[in-house]
T-cell receptor, first 111, second 114 residues
Framework: QQQVKQSPQSLIVQKGGISIINCAYE??????FPWYQQFPGKGPALLIA?????SEKKEGRFTISFNKSAKQFSLHIMDSQPGDSATYFC??????????FGQGTRLTINP | EAGVAQSPRYKIIEKRQSVAFWCNPI?????LYWYQQILGQGPKLLIQ????????DSQLPKDRFSAERLKGVDSTLKIQPAKLEDSAVYLC????????????FGPGTRLLVL
């Protein structure tokens, strides 16, 4: 119940393409769903986050799609660039409880 | 605004030795977290502080790990004695408070136990 399952483990996308990473959860008490981007040797950086009262949030080229009934959410990166190559983590929490992370997706954008 | 600071950035020790990591959170952030990130995995929470009190330490191996945040600002995480399986990146994060959701991470300390 405390898990967030993330897929795929790795993803290769051509420059200019759309990168899509998916996450699923079981705990319906989760009320905050962030995505983190992590470059090698760096800490995770908050990229974008959503709460379950909206179905989509867009910030620049990054969009979160949220399906409350299916208990799934996904990150879409439009016009993917080589600089987007990194590991992406979805996460979830509720209230003051701890943040639980997915296993991560290593994204590679080929030029 | 300065980010979360951590030191050292790298540490190599022999098993059974002790090691300490330091974290200074973003100014004004009441909540501080220590995470362990094993290679190829997502971060796992070890301990969460609200000001200088412990909120959650359920996943902290208390026989060897300890942490403190005495004045409610910076924090130290100690491992004594270290085991081979403690090799990981130790990340510190902070947030304004535990309810806001947004956590900001430091660069981490990469620990190698030989």
């Amino acid at each position: 119940q405390q898990q967030v399952k993330q897929s795929p483990q790795s993803l290769i996308v051509q420059k200019g393409g759309i990168s899509i990473i998916n996450c699923a959860y079981e705990n319906t008490a989760f009320d905050y769903f962030p995505w983190y981007q992590q470059f090698p040797g760096k800490g995770p950086a908050l990229l974008i986050a959503i709460r379950p009262d909206v179905s989509e949030k867009k910030e620049g080229r990054f969009t979160i799609s949220f399906n409350k009934s299916a208990k799934q959410f996904s990150l879409h990166i439009m016009d993917s660039q080589p600089g987007d190559s990194a590991t992406y983590f979805c996460a979830a929490k509720w209230g003051a409880q701890k943040l639980v992370f997915g296993q991560g997706t290593r994204l590679t954008i080929n030029p | 605004e300065a980010g979360v600071a951590q030191s050292p950035r790298y540490k190599i020790i022999e098993k059974r030795q002790s090691v300490a990591f330091w974290c200074n959170p973003i100014s004004g952030h009441a909540t501080l977290y220590w995470y362990q990130q094993i290679l190829g995995q997502g971060p796992k929470l070890l301990i969460q502080f609200q000001n200088n009190g412990v909120v959650d330490d359920s996943q902290l191996p208390k026989d060897r790990f300890s942490a403190e945040r005495l004045k409610g600002v910076d924090s130290t995480l100690k491992i004594q004695p270290a085991k081979l399986e403690d090799s990981a990146v130790y990340l510190c994060a902070s947030s304004l408070n535990a309810d806001t959701g947004a956590q900001y991470f430091g660069p981490g300390t990469r620990l190698l136990v030989l």
